[in-house]
């Protein structure tokens, strides 16, 4: 099916991007999910290919085009490989969207430079152990002392955590509610009082570092503040599309290339005297797959257009999110189950995609919260 959203200069974008994903990234990425973690410098030489704030503006490094559509293909691309590090699009795509929209002129031109280089690599700090999809239970807190912060808390789940060197932190800076009494601090990772903790053990994604971050008196300065001090919360509201989205794009990209594998499986591999794919049953589940997968495409690529021309609704991306995360589930589930033994072999792409795939549906708001949010909007 013909996708018009984009342009033969997206197409050029996405062939950089799949040469980089082929000579950068696959050849170490078995080691890389032993290890827990991407090595630093794909970092850099993802800032010298471009894939590093292609939206920032060219007097701090970027690539001065604000055209939505290019985050999109990194993250289709990253998915269709199945690599989930760098986490290039929680990079670009969120911390960038905090940096370029909340930033002082001051601070872009601080951190922007090597936001864009791959010199500084960043990460979002909200989730903690008792506060998930309700962060009004968060209890980091930043109490202001003249010039500084002092920040005291735990996080955790921290994707980018063992590489990061900027940090932007949500903490309680006020006496209320977390969403009238909540800040955004830019933390750097040699303050004195801040350690990583552990890398947790996942059952999927496991190159992508996930870390538990610790704040021990950590002295912040005021200069550091993001925005507006209790503007946490809204200024959280204004990613979530754009989070969303990128979730949604990714598993949707994900599943239709296990599908695709999976056809080419079934097209060969043979039981009983002929391939799995001449089997009437096998071809109806084949059949249920790809036409979900083609109404979540059409569905998928208005989401993106809308977005780009930023007329989407927040309950559109979660549409998207929570639908073409489930429907991954699904397409993954079954696709594996027409590979009979060999679904489950990691030399086959179907078995890491049933591990890696799974926390889509958790992350970036769980499909109960999705519906939730949708349901609140429909009465």
Excluded at 284 to 312: I, P
Aim: overall charge negative.
């Amino acid at each position: 099916m013909r996708r018009d959203v984009f342009t033969d200069e997206h197409e050029a974008f996405r062939d950089l991007v799949r040469t980089f994903v082929t000579k950068e990234i696959l050849p170490s990425y078995s080691r890389w999910e032993e290890e827990g973690g991407a090595d630093r410098e794909v970092w850099r030489r993802a800032g010298r290919c471009g894939l590093l704030g292609m939206d920032v503006g060219t007097e701090y490094g970027g690539g001065g085009d604000p055209d939505y559509r290019h985050h999109v293909i990194v993250a289709e691309e990253l998915a269709r490989a199945g690599v989930y590090a760098p986490a290039l699009s929680l990079h670009n795509e969120i911390a960038g969207m905090y940096l370029r929209t909340l930033a002082t002129e001051e601070q872009k031109r601080r951190w922007l430079p090597g936001f864009c280089s791959g010199d500084l690599v960043t990460a979002i700090a909200i989730t903690e152990p008792d506060a998930g999809s309700d962060v009004q239970r968060l209890r980091t807190r930043a109490v202001r002392d003249g010039d500084r912060y002092v920040l005291n808390g735990q996080k955790t789940f921290i994707t980018n955590g063992s590489a990061a060197d900027l940090f932007l932190v949500v903490a309680r800076t006020g006496g209320g509610p977390a969403a009238s009494g909540a800040s955004v601090l830019v933390v750097e990772a040699d303050r004195p009082g801040f350690t990583r903790g552990r890398k947790l053990d996942k059952i999927g994604m496991r190159a992508m570092d996930t870390v538990e971050l610790f704040f021990d008196d950590v002295e912040v300065p005021a200069a550091n503040l993001l925005g507006k001090e209790g503007r946490a919360f809204a200024y959280m509201m204004r990613t979530l599309r754009q989070e969303r989205m990128m979730i949604a794009v990714a598993a949707l990209a994900a599943a239709e290339k296990v599908m695709e594998d999976t056809l080419a499986y079934c097209r060969e591999r043979e039981v009983f005297g002929r391939p799995v794919g001449h089997h009437q049953y096998n071809r109806f589940v084949l059949a249920e797959l790809a036409t979900a997968l083609a109404v979540a495409r059409a569905f998928t690529d208005r989401c993106v257009a809308e977005h780009a021309a930023g007329r989407l609704a927040a309950e559109e991306a979660a549409m998207a999110k929570w639908w073409n995360t489930e429907l991954c589930q699904k397409v993954v589930d079954r696709c594996l189950q027409l590979h009979g033994g060999y679904g489950v072999v990691r030399d086959f792409p179907v078995a890491r995609a049933f591990v890696d795939t799974r926390v889509q549906t958790i992350y970036g708001g769980t499909t109960e919260v999705m519906k939730e949010m949708i349901g609140h909007s429909l009465i």
